[in-house]
T-cell receptor, first 113, second 112 residues
Framework: EAQVTQNPRYLITVTGKKLTVTCSQNMNHEYMSWYRQDPGLGLRQIYYSMNVEVTDKGDVPEGYKVSRKEKRNFPLILESPSPNQTSLYFC????????????FGSGTRLTVV | GQQLNQSPQSMFIQEGEDVSMNCTSSSIFNTWLWYKQDPGEGPVLLIALYKAGELTSNGRLTAQFGITRKDSFLNISASIPSDVGIYFCAGHKGGGSEKLVFGKGTKLTVNP
């Protein structure tokens, strides 16, 4: 089944403890992206990648890192999480540019205490 | 960062009614997309629009790309209970930019 897989689905962590949210797609898509969803703010793009080793900032990149060493994987790294990063995170991938429409994962709900 | 103005914020309708929602922007987009999000899931693409003036249907859903390229609307005809969810518009500028900008969503409730 064609899909975007994120892990974990739920995560509670403490301020300052480094964490990684993994994302993998099995559709051979070039483009991948990370979004966070907050009540009243909709979906905001954190980072995106147009190909292996090619990444760029979205609208809210502060406090996050990404890497794209392989085409299928696009992990999101929080080096020193803070409570304002408590959110619902989505990974997405697309065969063409973002305008072709992203396929989204099921989300990771992160709580930082 | 830029966001799209999506309205209404929420809608409460009776089963069988038609629904209309829209999205506007102060700048031009080359692609407009409409997504639906069910509780506990990621957004799912409903319709993609690539040309100004384009009108596209997907079952009971119809969406249009505004002539000015600064707006789009989504209509749902004869709503059913499974239409419940949050609907998002999204705009893509293209031209080398891979930013996909989302509206804040329209939460739809359908009463049987």
């Amino acid at each position: 089944e064609a899909q975007v897989t994120q892990n974990p689905r739920y995560l509670i962590t403490v301020t300052g403890k480094k964490l990684t949210v993994t994302c993998s797609q099995n559709m051979n898509h070039e483009y991948m992206s990370w979004y966070r969803q907050d009540p009243g703010l909709g979906l905001r793009q954190i980072y995106y990648s147009m190909n292996v080793e090619v990444t760029d900032k979205g609208d809210v990149p502060e406090g996050y890192k990404v890497s794209r060493k392989e085409k299928r994987n696009f992990p999101l790294i929080l080096e020193s999480p803070s409570p304002n990063q408590t959110s619902l995170y989505f990974c997405a991938s697309s065969y063409g540019t973002g305008g072709a429409g992203y396929t989204f994962g099921s989300g990771t709900r992160l709580t930082v205490v | 960062g830029q966001q799209l103005n999506q309205s209404p914020q929420s809608m409460f309708i009776q089963e069988g009614e038609d629904v209309s929602m829209n999205c506007t922007s102060s700048s031009i987009f080359n692609t407009w997309l409409w997504y639906k999000q069910d509780p506990g899931e990621g957004p799912v693409l409903l319709i993609a629009l690539y040309k100004a003036g384009e009108l596209t249907s997907n079952g009971r859903l119809t969406a249009q790309f505004g002539i000015t390229r600064k707006d789009s609307f989504l209509n749902i005809s004869a709503s059913i209970p499974s239409d419940v969810g949050i609907y998002f518009c999204a705009g893509h500028k293209g031209g080398g930019s891979e930013k996909l900008v989302f509206g804040k969503g329209t939460k739809l409730t359908v009463n049987p």
